[in-house]
């Protein structure tokens, strides 16, 4: 994934209209790219610095730039939900990504957060992802090709993480499942002391059943349960108010660090 420079074949691009409205295509040399009625050459493209207007065979203009993050993710081809980006930046504060890390995740998707981790990471990092599905498997697989890259520092396994979970001293375990409460034992004894737990959940029912399992375990602290809204405003002219739609509630983040098993000194309630 190219950062800089000129636009090359293989990346991918966002191409925007007169309305503002996105697109995410990629760069393949000898191929056409079909857009709002109209086509696009790739050889247009490839060698121009990002930030020019092009147009199509219907003469209109398009804006093209690489995309950042937070326009790539909500743009991925997938066959479930993404984690959305508002999201994904707390989970990376939050759980503390860092340059060398060695991360775990479970439940990859088409590889919307594996993105945001891989880059958080680095190539001195480790990220292994837990797939259980072999379709959101090869969708992922697919993703980080295509809009990310090489990726020498990803593994990817095709298997049920409650039951195979191998990994040890790992920095930062991370859940986008259904019921992480029946991995919180194997978590914990992956996690290096001090690690941090965190599970990414739809509905506060789970949230509560994770809380009290993570508390009943006795080998985590400092749990911590939030979710994300963000709002984004209108401004052209004299109107200046709130968009009419608002990215609300998407999931609830709950996060743990991992301690030694003893004593309790926090309150179980």
Same mark, same amino acid.
């Given at each position: 994934?190219?950062?800089?420079?000129? #636009? /090359?074949? =293989?990346?991918?691009? *966002?191409?925007?209209?007169?309305? !503002?409205?996105?697109?995410?295509?990629?760069?393949?040399?000898?191929?056409?790219?079909?857009?709002? =009625?109209?086509?696009?050459?790739? !050889?247009? *493209?490839?060698?121009? !610095?990002?930030?020019?207007?092009?147009?199509?065979?219907?003469?209109?203009?398009?804006?093209?730039?690489?995309?950042?993050?937070?326009?790539?993710?909500?743009?991925?081809?997938?066959?479930?939900?993404?984690?959305?980006?508002?999201?994904? =930046?707390?989970?990376? *504060?939050?759980?503390?990504?860092?340059?060398?890390?060695?991360?775990?995740?479970?439940?990859? =998707?088409?590889?919307? #957060?594996?993105?945001?981790?891989?880059?958080?990471? /680095?190539?001195?990092?480790?990220?292994?992802?837990?797939?259980i599905r072999e379709d959101f498997a090869k969708l992922a697989r697919d993703n980080i090709s295509h809009y990310y890259g090489p990726a020498s520092h990803w593994t990817l396994k095709v298997e049920d993480i409650t039951l195979h979970l191998e990994e040890t001293e790992v920095d930062r375990i991370l859940l986008d499942l259904p019921e992480p409460w029946h991995i919180i034992e194997r978590a914990w004894s992956a996690l290096r002391p001090g690690g941090i737990l965190l599970s990414y959940l739809p509905t506060i029912i789970q949230v509560k059943n994770l809380v009290d399992a993570l508390r009943e375990h006795n080998g985590f602290a400092c749990i911590e349960i939030m979710e994300s809204l963000m709002r984004y405003w209108h401004i052209k002219g004299l109107s200046v108010r709130p968009q009419h739609r608002m990215v609300a509630h998407t999931g609830f983040i709950t996060v743990a660090r991992r301690v030694t098993r003893g004593d309790k000194i926090f309150p179980s309630t």
């Open positions: 994934m190219n950062a800089r420079g000129p #636009l /090359g074949e =293989g990346e991918a691009v *966002i191409f925007y209209d007169r309305k !503002e409205r996105e697109c995410l295509k990629r760069l393949e040399r000898g191929k056409k790219i079909s857009i709002r =009625g109209g086509t696009i050459a790739v !050889e247009e *493209i490839i060698g121009q !610095e990002e930030g020019f207007i092009v147009r199509s065979s219907m003469s209109e203009p398009f804006l093209v730039l690489r995309p950042t993050l937070a326009q790539l993710i909500p743009n991925l081809p997938r066959q479930a939900q993404v984690i959305y980006p508002k999201d994904i =930046g707390t989970i990376l *504060i939050w759980a503390d990504i860092f340059p060398g890390a060695k991360v775990v995740e479970a439940g990859v =998707g088409p590889g919307a #957060l594996t993105v945001a981790l891989l880059r958080a990471i /680095g190539p001195q990092g480790h990220l292994c992802s837990y797939e």
